[in-house]
T-cell receptor, first 113, second 115 residues
Framework: SQQGEEDPQALSIQEGENATMNCSYK?????LQWYRQNSGRGLVHLIL?????REKHSGRLRVTLDTSKKSSSLLITASRAADTASYFC?????????????FGRGTSLIVHP | ETGVTQSPTHLIKTRGQQVTLRCSSQSGHNTVSWYQQALGQGPQFIFQYYREEENGRGNFPPRFSGLQFPNYSSELNVNALELDDSALYLC??????????????FGPGTRLTVL
């Protein structure tokens, strides 16, 4: 089963626009991470936000976390064609001692030059 | 610092055969996790190895097995291949410091096609 579910499934925008992707999850988390994947290759870790954090920034990326709504969003500002990729959220549970991230199905982002 | 590497890049097998995929961990990492990613899906956790012992397993049948070696490299073995085993297999390594989540670094994956 997949804990996080991204929305939308696909997003198509023009270069320079902002891209927002959302992730919803069901159970309490220790942290939530966002990853990027280019064309069926390996995943690249973008950012990790812990359950006691509400917002984090990394370059053009901004991640928010609302634990009361069990949701997170990833904002990519001033998008570039090179941002075209699939983006996944992954949650790490808060209990049971398991630190295995559970991935959603991802959002496919296309940025048109 | 060497990143996570996987071999082979691509592999084609027929149903019923056996396959071994390999992963070399990033330098200094002692934990390896394997994931299966079907087309259009997110990665699904298969199992994790820490200090050569299985340290957690997802919802995969016993015909999926693994090994971790003293140098922390790892193998994923799949017996009696089925068509649904066709997927991208990802290896991720991390440095387990005990009792907390540690960032995983992913390899480029092995694309397995079962005919």
């Amino acid at each position: 089963s997949q804990q996080g579910e991204e929305d939308p499934q696909a997003l198509s925008i023009q270069e320079g626009e902002n891209a927002t992707m959302n992730c919803s999850y069901k159970t309490s988390i220790n942290n939530l991470q966002w990853y990027r994947q280019n064309s069926g290759r390996g995943l690249v870790h973008l950012i990790l936000i812990r359950s006691n954090e509400r917002e984090k920034h990394s370059g053009r990326l901004r991640v928010t976390l609302d634990t009361s709504k069990k949701s997170s969003s990833l904002l990519i500002t001033a998008s570039r064609a090179a941002d075209t990729a699939s983006y996944f959220c992954a949650t790490v549970g808060a209990s049971g001692g398991s630190y295995i991230p559970t991935f959603g199905r991802g959002t496919s982002l296309i940025v048109h030059p | 610092e060497t990143g996570v590497t996987q071999s082979p890049t691509h592999l084609i097998k027929t149903r019923g055969q056996q396959v071994t995929l390999r992963c070399s961990s990033q330098s200094g990492h002692n934990t390896v996790s394997w994931y299966q990613q079907a087309l259009g899906q997110g990665p699904q956790f298969i199992f994790q190895y820490y200090r050569e012992e299985e340290n957690g397993r997802g919802n995969f049948p016993p015909r999926f097995s693994g090994l971790q070696f003293p140098n922390y490299s790892s193998e994923l073995n799949v017996n009696a291949l089925e068509l649904d085993d066709s997927a991208l297999y990802l290896c991720a390594s991390s440095r387990d410091l005990g009792g907390r989540y540690n960032e995983q670094f992913f390899g480029p994956g092995t694309r397995l096609t079962v005919l």
